[in-house]
């Protein structure tokens, strides 16, 4: 079996229902671990720090940038948001499975970095389904909804970039392909060429 661990990049539209998917599988497998973000904005009351952001300064975050230790950055409203490289690399030396949860361009600059993670785009159901769910949260007007229903079609263009498409309309069976997807690329050749030797080496001579 492979030892090192699978370097898992999730996107999907806002109103997709990536957080409750992530809830779900972290809840079914305990070898997973979740990507904490680095930003340059102030932490808001009771946010902590390592645990929901790496609070750090534009500096600090600049110098990572140049140092080639951000698998993926985007600047937002003034600050930074990105995936600090190191933390990552550690887990997935330890043979962690490390899911990213990120939007499609940043998604894309991993994906650039690290050409082995694997890519998967959440979809709904249909825009209709989507759209009854934005609605369904009651938190924002009509001008932000359709915003926000606009950004879900630029997203959705570029499933094409993603190896994997999973459609959520029911819980449990979009957990459990993604489930399945982590299964079976822990089984490719290209993962396991050092397990497959060691059978050969050790094979007795008939």
Request: with cysteine; net charge negative.
């Amino acid at each position: 079996m492979a030892e090192k661990g699978l370097l898992v990049v999730i996107s999907a539209p806002s109103g997709g229902g990536k957080g409750t998917i992530m809830k779900e599988l972290f809840a079914q497998d305990d070898n997973l671990r979740l990507s904490v973000s680095a930003t340059t904005r102030d932490p808001r009351p009771g946010e902590v720090d390592g645990t929901h952001y790496y609070f750090i300064s534009r500096e600090e975050f600049e110098a990572l940038i140049n140092q080639g230790k951000m698998l993926e950055h985007a600047e937002y409203v003034g600050n930074y948001y990105g995936t600090p490289r190191g933390p990552v690399e550690d887990w997935l030396v330890e043979g962690h499975d490390v899911l990213l949860e990120i939007e499609v361009q940043g998604g894309a600059q991993v994906k650039k970095l690290m050409p082995e993670c694997v890519s998967i785009f959440v979809l709904p159901p249909s825009m209709k389904v989507l759209e009854e769910r934005l609605r369904g949260r009651g938190t924002e007007g009509e001008t932000t909804l359709q915003e926000r229903l606009s950004t879900a079609r630029q997203e959705i263009l570029h499933v094409k970039d993603y190896d994997y498409i999973v459609f959520n309309d029911r819980l449990e069976d979009a957990v459990s392909d993604i489930l399945a997807i982590l299964r079976a690329e822990k089984l490719k050749y290209s993962r396991n060429t050092d397990s497959a030797e060691r059978v050969l080496n050790n094979a007795e001579t008939v």
